[in-house]
């Protein structure tokens, strides 16, 4: 993996462990046996919350995977037309946002989100929303967090998903149409 290898600057050097030590922190077991459906227990018991995984088929343009945070539980959707190596890696760097707490800096306005998404608690939106999808630090840290996680993978499949709620599927749609507007087709 390319972040290892490389020097790079000091705040590069500075990510690097600080991811190291959000990896390190979920005190992984070294067995050799671990999932992503064990990581997730792992995860989950970190965070004191349940984690679901959702397979959906989301619109044109849309990102390849979203983390969304409800107040009970944390769903990581991805896309499931994706081959299943890179199905992986979307679930890992999305648990790489989940892991490093990452929240949103949405620029909708309270009542803006309300009006979209009337249905939709407007703290869970802007938080999905918020996350800069370029090359930001959050963005930095939560790809190499999952490269971490894929080392210690040792399977590249994921386990089979339980279906998803049509309620859930409707949500990654608004979810995704907003969070990329320029790009549908």
């Given at each position: 993996m390319r972040w290892r290898h490389s020097g790079g600057s000091q705040q590069t050097r500075n990510i690097r462990k600080w991811c190291e030590g959000q990896v390190r922190a979920l005190n992984l077991p070294e067995d050799g046996h671990l999932t992503i459906e064990r990581l997730i227990s792992y995860i989950a018991q970190r965070k004191g919350r349940k984690i679901s995984l959702a397979p959906l088929t989301l619109p044109n343009g849309s990102p390849d995977g979203l983390w969304m945070a409800t107040a009970d539980e944390d769903y990581v959707l991805?896309?499931?037309?994706?081959?299943?190596?890179?199905q992986r890696a979307v679930v890992l760097h999305e648990l790489g946002h989940l892991i490093c707490d990452h929240k949103g800096t949405s620029v909708l306005t309270t009542e803006a989100l309300s009006l979209l998404l009337p249905s939709l608690?407007?703290?869970?939106?802007?938080r999905t929303l918020g996350r800069e999808h370029s090359h930001s630090q959050a963005e930095i840290e939560?790809?190499?967090?999952?490269?971490?996680?894929?080392?210690?993978?040792?399977?590249?499949?994921?386990?089979?998903?339980?279906?998803?709620?049509a309620e859930l599927r409707e949500l990654a749609g608004r979810l995704s149409a907003l969070e990329n507007p320029s790009r549908r087709r």
């Open positions: 991805y896309e499931e037309r994706l081959a299943p190596m890179h608690d407007t703290a869970l939106v802007r939560a790809e190499y967090v999952g490269s971490l996680l894929a080392d210690r993978i040792n399977s590249s499949l994921i386990g089979e998903q339980p279906s998803v709620p």
